[in-house]
């Protein structure tokens, strides 16, 4: 499956914004979907989660309460809707796709977006 992120941009703290990922290439709803993101200088990192009809999701504690993934299953499209935005957020984000949907945090996936780049101004 091939993965296209977008959506990225320049925002204040405390201002929302909405990452869009769009698949193609195989069936979409057969794929757990997440998303990642990497600061400069650091590893990149869980950020959360959804599963193949969006029943479930999950969070890192750094997330939770402030971002929410969702997926629409027609559109072949997962979101990332961040709010609260803070400068820490600042990084690039990346979606990311599993056949097989864990429970918890992703420490991996089989399929890669290329990154979209947020910036959180203070």
């Known amino acids: 499956v091939q993965l296209q992120a977008s959506g990225g941009g320049l925002v204040q703290a405390g201002g929302p914004l909405r990452l869009s990922c769009a698949a193609s290439?195989?069936?979409?709803?057969?794929?757990?979907m997440g998303w990642f993101r990497q600061a400069p200088g650091k590893e990149r990192e869980f950020v959360g989660s959804?599963?193949?009809?969006?029943?479930?999701?999950y969070y890192a504690s750094s997330a939770k309460g402030r971002f929410t993934v969702s997926r629409d299953n027609a559109k072949s499209t997962v979101y990332l809707q961040m709010n609260s935005l803070k400068p820490e957020d600042t990084a690039v984000y990346y979606c990311?796709?599993?056949?097989?949907?864990?429970?918890?945090?992703?420490?991996?996936?089989?399929?890669w977006g290329q990154g979209t780049q947020v910036t959180v101004s203070s």
């Open positions: 959804i599963s193949y009809t969006g029943t479930s999701s």
């Open positions: 290439g195989r069936t979409f709803s057969s794929f757990g």
């Open positions: 990311a796709a599993r056949t097989l949907y864990p429970t918890g945090s992703w420490y991996g996936a089989d399929y």
